[in-house]
């Protein structure tokens, strides 16, 4: 690990802090009264955690995407699996279903990630691997196909639960309480293992595939595994608090700058960088217009966005 990470990790227990005991009303951490310990344990502190582990999962998604795509501009969501996950979300809040109660809505969006991921991915499969080209092509079509469909449910549905499920589609982390933590902990855990354990074969694949097969590594297997990584991570932050954008864009290009392109740093790195810009974004959300608080998707979309076109500029893709 290199000193840089370390630098994060701190960075990380500090913006950490900061949104335990900041917000609309700031609380002193060293004088608590017995209703601001609620606050901070019941209602600060699970949300923190959430946003945590959504940014590291979108992050080091991020990272392990573009390396499989060899896409600089690839991003979490342009699979389509958060339009899935969106799909059986608000099907869910729409339809009134609480089977498992609270959790019913977040077991339906991780079940349509996870099937949409396996849709993308058998999509993406020719002569006995996933290729680039048809991944990615498969998941811009199938985002837009799901995506039509959750319009056309909003649409046709009545006005109640309408916000809910617009604020989910939007990245709304008010909901967030301890129950989403375990599950969201444990595959956000193993799909972040998964990239780790294969970072070697990540630098080999942007290395290209025929380089990456003299070097002992077999491409389509490689991708494989770590589109698996990419889905359980992806799945996992979509369920626990809606989509958030461009955070797997933006955090990968941000530490590459000063981590280096090793996916072996790189992708740690860009996990706990995804924490604390979700963090932030949170603890913005929640400051900015008192007593209204904004989706945390809304603040990383007015970050990201001007970052992509200038990433689109700086490439030429707009043109000299």
């Avoid at 392990?64 to 809040?93: F, H, M």
């Avoid at 089977?99 to 339906?108: I, R």
């Avoid at 680039?132 to 046709?156: D, H, K, N, Q, Y």
Wanted: proline letters at 5%.
């Amino acid at each position: 690990m290199t000193v840089k990470v370390s630098l994060l990790i701190v960075l990380l227990f500090l913006v950490i802090g900061a949104s335990l005991f900041l917000g609309p009303v700031p609380i002193n951490p060293f004088h608590l009264d017995q209703t601001q310990e609620v606050i901070v344990w019941s209602v600060r502190a699970p949300r923190t955690v959430v946003s945590v582990l959504m940014g590291m999962a979108l992050g080091a998604a991020g990272a392990v995407l573009q390396g499989i795509l060899r896409n600089p501009l690839a991003d979490p969501y342009v699979l389509g699996i958060s339009s899935g996950a969106s799909l059986c979300a608000a099907v869910g809040i729409l339809g009134g279903l609480t089977f498992l109660g609270a959790f019913t809505v977040p077991l339906l969006a991780f079940g349509g990630a996870l099937a949409t991921g396996a849709l993308v991915g058998v999509l993406g499969w020719k002569r006995g691997g996933l290729w680039p080209e048809r991944l990615l092509l498969a998941g811009v079509g199938l985002s837009f196909l799901l995506s039509a469909l959750l319009m056309l449910i909003m649409t046709i549905s009545t006005d109640e639960g309408m916000r809910k499920a617009m604020l989910w589609i939007f990245g709304d982390l008010s909901m967030s309480d301890w129950s989403r933590v375990p599950y969201g902990t444990a595959f956000v855990a193993a799909g972040l293992a998964l990239a780790l354990f294969r970072s070697k074969a990540l630098n080999a694949l942007v290395l290209g595939d025929d380089l990456a097969h003299s070097l002992g590594f077999t491409p389509q297997r490689e991708r494989l595994t770590l589109f698996t990584a990419v889905g359980l991570m992806t799945a996992a932050s979509v369920s626990l608090g809606g989509m958030i954008g461009f955070i797997g864009l933006l955090i990968p290009h941000i530490l590459r700058l000063f981590t280096g392109a090793d996916n072996r740093i790189l992708v740690p790195a860009s996990a706990v960088g995804g924490g604390v810009l979700l963090c932030v974004a949170d603890l913005v959300s929640r400051m900015a217009l008192p007593p209204m608080e904004l989706p945390a998707g809304v603040i990383t979309a007015l970050i990201g966005s001007p970052y992509f076109l200038y990433l689109l500029r700086r490439k030429n893709v707009l043109g000299p």
